[in-house]
């Protein structure tokens, strides 16, 4: 069992930056591979981020390429996804998950956090 909690989360206008933070408790998170995705308003969850076990193989959606940078750190079983020149259309709840493979299909993913709320303003 892994246990998921997202932070960081929070209203910023549009062209600024946020860091939101994964900390994974329970079952040993580096044998997981961590992906986050997102949902805005009336629309399906998305793939946003994905990043490998050892942290050594990362993706990204093409909406976010450039802009976004997913980073783990083992030693404090947390995940970070540091997010630059956002966007409005970047407003959504941000979820972090975990899967026992590198892929960015949701159905992979065993557990997931709660989410957490970005707001970009125009």
């Known amino acids: 069992q892994v246990q998921l909690v997202e932070s960081g989360g929070g209203l910023v206008q549009a062209g600024g930056s946020l860091r939101l933070s994964c900390a994974a408790s329970?079952?040993?998170?580096?044998?997981?591979?961590m992906g986050w995705f997102r949902q805005a308003p009336e629309a399906e969850r998305e793939f946003v981020s994905i990043i490998s076990g050892s942290g050594a193989a990362t993706r990204y959606a093409d909406s976010v390429k450039g802009r976004f940078t997913i980073s783990r750190d083992n030693a404090k079983n947390t995940v970070y996804l540091q997010m630059n020149s956002l966007k409005p259309e970047d407003t959504a709840v941000y979820y972090c998950?975990?899967?026992?493979?590198?892929?960015?299909?949701?159905?992979?993913?065993?557990?997931w956090g709660q989410g957490t709320q970005v707001t970009v303003s125009s």
């Open positions: 998950a975990a899967a026992p493979v590198y892929s960015s299909s949701e159905g992979r993913y065993n557990y």
């Open positions: 329970g079952r040993t998170s580096s044998s997981y591979a």
